[in-house]
């Protein structure tokens, strides 16, 4: 197997959206409709539908009220900007301890 296939298959399992969702979100504009994520990757609008959910939930983008439109935020312009910032702000505090894990009953 190839060193890039490996690299691959690792993000496939590692990263919340697929290989070509990630290089195509990068070509987009800071606003963009689903159709326009849909051609950049080469899938289907359903699935692009369905990944700008998730990227709603990660706080990658918003969705701009009364237009089919979504807007990217300022430290989310790439996939791997945003995830530096996650990296720096949340993963690291919780390797160091300073980030408390919230107890079950939300306390």
């Given at each position: ?5 490996e ?61 089919k ?28 301890g ?5 107890d079950?009953?939300?306390?």
């Amino acid at each position: 197997m190839s060193r890039e296939r490996e690299l691959i298959e690792i993000l496939e399992k590692a990263l919340p959206f697929p290989p070509k969702v990630i290089q195509g979100y990068a070509s987009l504009d800071s606003s963009f409709t689903s159709g326009d994520l849909a051609r950049a990757c080469g899938i289907s609008t359903s699935s692009a539908k369905f990944y700008l959910g998730k990227m709603v939930e990660l706080r990658m983008v918003t969705r701009i009220p009364h237009r089919k439109r979504y807007q990217k935020y300022s430290n989310a312009k790439t996939f791997s900007s945003w995830l530096r910032d996650l990296i720096r702000l949340a993963l690291v505090p919780l390797e160091a301890g300073t980030l408390k894990i919230p107890d079950e009953d939300g306390g």
